[in-house]
């Protein structure tokens, strides 16, 4: 695990001025995998409930840029808390404020700029949606401080990451009514697993350090709790299509995400921290895939 980060470089990134690039790096612009992560549990509501195509097509599109902004600003919040704690684990050592590339204050006004973009999106839509993505500032907070509480952090992140869900039924219908509550539930379960494997990157120096994780306490029971939590998921999207009105293709299309979901379960090796990261990162096709699953059954 020597030298392992997940610190990119690379692409477009590498192109910034010197002068932009830890700002770019410390809202993990060279690593949009986050923002993908942050984003696909509103495109599942929007292919359940948008009235259109014309109104799912903008919500994607304000969606997205209000994933990347808010993605950003979670990560200033999550590397302010954890500025200390980061420059003790090598996958982070090399972060902005871990390394003293960007200071502490400039950084609260980077995040402040995310906040305001992240802001003028949610202003787009509408009254119910707006009040329900302000109420996400607090788990948002809030979160660097689970690993310091409790062993399963990643079920914090999991409620703060399938926020867009609920979110984006909620600009679509004005409502919250059992299938967005479906959505949110299966998100939530889908992001507690991935983010277990995620979370196996860092567990030997987590254990040196004493930052608890979902990784630390399953151990090898990591496999069969993968297995069950990414049933649980499919078993609630099935749900929450059959409940949306969908017509049946839904289902035998939700077959597709299900055998990305059981490569992920077959592949795991806990002790390969870039093998992980690969099988986290494979979670972006798995959720492209089941927004298509619903759209089959709308047609």
């Known amino acids: 695990m020597a030298g392992h980060t997940d610190i990119r470089t690379e692409g477009w990134v590498a192109r910034l001025p010197a002068a932009f690039l830890p700002y770019a790096l410390l809202a993990r ?3 949009p995998i ?11 509501a929007f292919a359940l409930a948008a009235p259109d195509w014309a109104t799912g097509i903008r919500l994607t599109l304000l969606f997205g840029i209000g994933a990347v902004a808010m993605r950003g600003a979670g990560c200033v919040v999550n590397d302010l808390w954890d500025r200390d704690l980061d420059r003790k684990v090598t996958r982070t050592a090399g ?33 119910p949606a707006i009040l329900f993505g302000l109420l996400s500032l607090v788990p948002i907070a809030l979160y660097p401080l689970a690993k310091r509480v409790t062993d399963w952090p990643q079920a914090v992140l999991g409620f703060v990451f399938s926020w867009a869900a609920p979110t984006g039924w909620l600009a679509c219908t004005g409502q919250l009514s059992a299938p967005g509550l479906l959505l949110w539930l299966a998100a939530f379960f889908w992001i507690l697993g991935y983010d277990t494997i995620y979370a196996h990157q860092d ?6 350090v004493g930052v608890r994780s979902s990784a630390r306490t399953l151990g090898e029971r990591t ?11 499919l078993v609630l999207l099935a749900l929450a299509g059959w409940l949306a009105g969908l017509r049946w293709p ?6 597709l995400p299900a055998a990305l979901l059981a490569r992920q379960v077959i592949r795991l090796d806990m002790d390969d921290p ?17 927004a298509l699953a619903f759209l089959l059954g709308r047609g």
């Not at 986050?34 to 599942?44: E, I, K, Q, T, Y």
């Not at 003293?100 to 992240?118: E, H, M, N, S, Y």
């Not at 496999?223 to 998921?233: I, S």
Request: net charge positive; aromatic share 10%; proline share 7%.
């Open 203 to 208: 567990r030997e120096d987590d254990a040196l």
């Open 250 to 255: 839904f289902l035998p299309a939700l077959a």
């Open 95 to 127: 972060r902005p404020l871990a390394s003293g590339a960007v200071t502490p204050k400039q950084a609260l006004a980077w995040l402040g700029i995310l906040c305001l973009v992240g802001l003028v999106v949610l202003l787009q839509l509408n009254g």
């Open 274 to 290: 870039a093998g992980c990261l690969r099988l986290f990162k494979s979670n972006r096709e798995v959720g492209i895939a089941i």
């Open 34 to 44: 986050g923002s993908w992560l942050l984003f696909l549990p509103g495109p599942w």
């Open 223 to 233: 496999r069969p709790f993968l297995a069950a939590v990414y049933g649980v998921a």
């Open 29 to 31: 612009l060279d690593r």
